[in-house]
C-alpha cells in the first residue's frame, strides 16, 4: 500500500579523504584538446574546454598549473546527434596525473561523465557539498539504470540482426565507486584540493548544494583567482537562496544560457499556477503535472503546502509519482537550512509536513496503476520533466481523452516529444502505439526556470568587472552567449571569449 509522504528526514552520510589518483580517464583526445603536459613542464597556467563550449551541456574544464592539474565538472553532453559520440570520446589521451575534480552541482549535464573516472582507475578525491554528494549519487545511479534499460531494447533489435551488443557508456558499480571518492566541503570555507590551490565553494541558488567556485592559485612566484560560476538561479527564485557573488578575479568562466532574455517574473507564475488548481478542484478534476525529479517536484510541494497554509483550496490528494522524486524530496528533507528566508519563516510557524498531510508517494509501479481509477480532485506528479518516458505516459494514455483532466506544464519541452505537442494544442497524440484524443485543458507555466534570466546574470557579474577579469562565457548556445558578450563590453569595456568545444587557452 501507498504511504503518507511528509517531507521526512534524510539519512547522514559523509564522504571520505582519498589519496590522489594518477590514473587516466576517458573524456579526451583528437579534438578535444591536448592534454599531455604534465606539472612542472610548463611554466603556463592552462585552460581547457571538455564540454559546454558552444553547447548547453557536458560542462567540462581542466584547468592545469605548474603544480596541478584541476578538473572542474564532468558532465554528460544531452541531445544533438553526436552526444552519444561525445560521451563516449577516447581515453587514449586523457587527463593523465589528475589531482582533484570538484563538482559545481549535481545535474547530470555536470556530473554525467564522472564514473568514467572510476573505470579508468582514477582514485583520487572528488569535492563538493553534501548536498551535491546526494544528489550526484541519486542522479548518476538513474542514468545507468536507463542505460541498462534502453540497451537492454537496442540490443534485442541488434541480436536479431545478428549485430554484437552493445556496451553502457557505464553501469551501477562503476558509479558506486567514484561516489566513495567524495570529499564534501561546506559552504564559504576555503579548503585545500591540489598543490598550491585552495578552493572556495558558494551559494549559487541553482539548486540544492549548487556553488559557485573560487580557486585561490600558487603559481609561479605570483597569485591568480579564478572564479567558476557553475550554473547560477534567477535572485527570486522560490525556496532557493539567492546566489553569491565575488568582487575580484584574474579569470571568469561563466554560465550564458539565458544570456539573451529574461524569464517571466516568478510570482506571476505562481499566481496562474495557484488559480489553475483551484479552478480544477472546484470542478473535481484529476490534475496531472510532468515534473523533473529534482528541483521542479519539490518546487511544487511547496506551492501546494502554501496553498494549503492558506486555506487557497480545500486539501485534497497529491501523489508523488515518481521513486526518483521520492527520493529526490528525501534528500531535500535533510538540507531544510539551504532554503531561503520565506520558507524558514515558514517553517517556523509550524512544520510543512502538517500541510502536506494528503501528500502520498507511490514508488511501486502496481501503487502507480492503482491512481487510473481514482476519481478528482486529485493532483498526480510523475516523471519525466518532458514527457519522454515514464510514469507521466501511463496518466495521459489514461486520462487525456478525458474532458474533466487538466495538464500543467511546468518546465521546458523540447522540440518533437510529446510535451511540445501538447503545449502546441496537438487534438491527437500516439502514447505507445495507441492513438489518444486530447480532451484535457493543457496549460504552460514558464516561470519556473532555475537558471538565471539576463539581468541576473549581468548583476552577478558587475562587482567582478572592476577587477578587469579575462572572462570565458559557457554553457550557453550562440544566441545566449553572443547577447550577454555584447552587454559586458558595451557595459565594462571587456571583451568576453567565446571557447569552441576542445578549446586550450594559456592563463599567462
Given at each position: 500500500?501507498?504511504?503518507?509522504?511528509?517531507w521526512?528526514?534524510?539519512v547522514?552520510a559523509?564522504?571520505?579523504?582519498?589519496?590522489?589518483?594518477?590514473q587516466?580517464p576517458?573524456?579526451?583526445g583528437?579534438?578535444?584538446?591536448?592534454l599531455?603536459?604534465?606539472?612542472?613542464?610548463?611554466?603556463?597556467?592552462?585552460?581547457?574546454f571538455h564540454?559546454a563550449?558552444?553547447?548547453?551541456?557536458?560542462?567540462?574544464?581542466?584547468?592545469?598549473?605548474?603544480?596541478a592539474r584541476?578538473l572542474i565538472?564532468?558532465?554528460?553532453?544531452?541531445?544533438g546527434?553526436?552526444?552519444?559520440?561525445?560521451?563516449r570520446a577516447?581515453?587514449?589521451?586523457g587527463?593523465?596525473?589528475?589531482?582533484?575534480?570538484l563538482?559545481?552541482h549535481?545535474?547530470?549535464?555536470?556530473?554525467?561523465?564522472?564514473p568514467?573516472l572510476?573505470?579508468?582507475?582514477?582514485s583520487?578525491?572528488?569535492?563538493?557539498t553534501?548536498?551535491?554528494?546526494e544528489?550526484?549519487?541519486?542522479?548518476l545511479?538513474?542514468?545507468a539504470k536507463?542505460?541498462?534499460?534502453d540497451?537492454e531494447?537496442?540490443?534485442r533489435k541488434r541480436?536479431?540482426?545478428?549485430?554484437?551488443?552493445?556496451?553502457p557508456?557505464?553501469?551501477?558499480h562503476?558509479?558506486?565507486?567514484?561516489?566513495s571518492?567524495?570529499?564534501?566541503?561546506a559552504?564559504?570555507?576555503?579548503v585545500?584540493?591540489?598543490?598550491?590551490?585552495?578552493a572556495?565553494f558558494?551559494?549559487?541558488?541553482?539548486?540544492?548544494?549548487?556553488?559557485?567556485?573560487?580557486?585561490?592559485?600558487?603559481?609561479?612566484?605570483?597569485?591568480?583567482?579564478?572564479?567558476?560560476?557553475g550554473?547560477?538561479g534567477?535572485?527570486d527564485?522560490?525556496?532557493?537562496?539567492e546566489p553569491a557573488?565575488?568582487?575580484q578575479?584574474?579569470?571568469?568562466?561563466m554560465e550564458?544560457?539565458y544570456?539573451n532574455?529574461?524569464h517571466r517574473?516568478?510570482?506571476e507564475?505562481?499566481?496562474?499556477?495557484?488559480?489553475?488548481v483551484k479552478?480544477?478542484v472546484?470542478r473535481k478534476?484529476?490534475i496531472?503535472?510532468?515534473a523533473?525529479?529534482?528541483g521542479?517536484a519539490q518546487?511544487?510541494?511547496?506551492?501546494?503546502?502554501?496553498?494549503?497554509?492558506?486555506?487557497m483550496?480545500?486539501?485534497?490528494?497529491?501523489?508523488?509519482?515518481?521513486p526518483?522524486?521520492?527520493e529526490?524530496?528525501?534528500?531535500?528533507?535533510?538540507?531544510?537550512e539551504?532554503?531561503d528566508?520565506?520558507?524558514?519563516?515558514?517553517?517556523q510557524?509550524?512544520?510543512?509536513a502538517?500541510?502536506?498531510?494528503?501528500?502520498?508517494a507511490?514508488?511501486t509501479?502496481?501503487?502507480?496503476?492503482k491512481?487510473?481509477?481514482?476519481?478528482?480532485?486529485c493532483?498526480?506528479?510523475a516523471?519525466?520533466?518532458?514527457?519522454?518516458a515514464?510514469?507521466?505516459?501511463h496518466?495521459f494514455?489514461q486520462?487525456?481523452?478525458?474532458?474533466?483532466t487538466?495538464?500543467?506544464?511546468?518546465g521546458?519541452?523540447?522540440?518533437?516529444?510529446l510535451?511540445?505537442?501538447?503545449?502546441?494544442?496537438?487534438?491527437?497524440?500516439?502514447?505507445?502505439?495507441?492513438?489518444i484524443?486530447?480532451r484535457?485543458?493543457?496549460h504552460?507555466?514558464?516561470?519556473?526556470?532555475?537558471?538565471?534570466?539576463?539581468?541576473?546574470?549581468?548583476n552577478?557579474f558587475?562587482?567582478?568587472?572592476a577587477s578587469?577579469?579575462?572572462?570565458?562565457?559557457?554553457?550557453?548556445?550562440?544566441?545566449?552567449?553572443e547577447?550577454?558578450?555584447r552587454?559586458i563590453?558595451?557595459?565594462?569595456?571587456?571583451?568576453p571569449?567565446?571557447?569552441a568545444?576542445?578549446?586550450?587557452?594559456?592563463l599567462g
Open positions: 500500500m501507498a504511504k503518507n509522504y511528509a521526512p528526514s534524510t547522514a559523509g564522504g571520505t579523504t582519498l589519496p590522489r589518483g594518477s587516466a576517458p573524456g579526451a583528437p579534438g578535444h584538446g591536448e599531455r603536459m604534465r606539472p612542472g613542464q610548463d611554466k603556463l597556467m592552462k585552460l581547457t564540454g563550449a558552444g553547447q548547453v551541456t557536458g560542462s567540462a574544464y581542466l584547468l592545469e598549473t605548474d603544480q584541476v565538472d564532468y558532465g554528460m553532453f544531452q541531445g546527434r553526436d552526444a552519444d559520440e561525445l560521451n577516447p581515453s587514449d589521451n587527463f593523465e596525473g589528475l589531482d582533484a575534480v563538482v559545481t549535481g545535474h547530470l549535464d555536470h556530473t554525467g561523465r564522472l568514467l572510476a573505470k579508468a582507475g582514477y583520487g578525491p572528488i569535492f563538493g553534501e548536498a551535491t554528494r544528489i550526484t549519487g541519486l542522479i545511479k538513474d542514468s536507463v542505460q541498462a534499460q540497451l531494447r537496442v540490443n541480436l536479431r540482426a545478428e549485430e554484437p551488443p552493445l556496451a557508456l557505464y553501469e551501477t562503476d558509479v558506486e565507486s567514484i561516489m571518492r567524495f570529499r564534501t566541503v559552504y564559504d570555507e576555503p585545500p584540493v591540489a598543490p598550491g590551490m585552495r572556495r558558494v551559494e549559487a541558488g541553482h539548486l540544492l548544494g549548487s556553488a559557485s567556485i573560487e580557486l585561490r592559485i600558487e603559481h609561479g612566484k605570483g597569485r591568480r583567482t579564478l572564479v567558476f560560476s550554473d547560477l534567477p535572485k527564485a522560490l525556496l532557493m537562496k557573488g565575488f568582487n578575479a584574474d579569470v571568469v568562466v550564458s544560457t544570456g532574455r529574461n517574473p516568478v510570482q507564475t505562481c499566481h496562474e499556477f495557484f488559480e489553475l479552478h480544477a472546484e478534476g484529476k496531472l503535472v510532468p523533473f525529479a529534482v521542479r518546487l511544487l510541494l511547496y506551492l501546494l503546502a502554501m496553498m494549503f497554509r492558506q486555506q483550496v480545500p486539501k485534497f490528494p497529491v501523489f508523488i509519482d515518481s526518483m522524486a521520492i529526490a524530496t528525501r534528500i531535500y528533507s535533510g538540507h531544510l539551504l532554503f528566508a520565506e520558507f524558514q519563516a515558514m517553517r510557524e509550524h512544520p510543512l502538517e500541510d502536506l498531510n494528503t501528500v502520498t507511490t514508488p509501479a502496481a501503487e502507480s496503476m491512481l487510473n481509477d481514482l476519481a478528482g480532485p493532483l498526480i506528479i516523471g519525466s520533466g518532458m514527457c519522454t515514464g510514469r507521466i505516459l496518466h494514455k486520462n487525456l481523452w478525458r474532458e474533466g487538466v495538464v500543467i506544464i511546468v521546458f519541452q523540447s522540440e518533437g516529444s510535451g511540445r505537442m501538447l503545449v502546441e494544442g496537438a487534438k491527437q497524440v500516439s502514447i505507445f502505439g495507441d492513438k484524443a486530447v484535457a485543458r493543457v504552460s507555466l514558464g516561470g519556473f526556470s532555475a537558471h538565471a534570466g539576463q539581468d541576473d546574470l549581468m552577478w558587475a562587482p567582478l568587472a578587469k577579469p579575462r572572462v570565458f562565457l559557457t554553457h550557453g548556445e550562440a544566441k545566449g552567449r547577447t550577454l558578450a552587454l563590453q558595451e557595459r565594462h569595456g571587456l571583451t571569449e567565446q571557447p568545444l576542445g578549446d586550450a587557452v594559456e
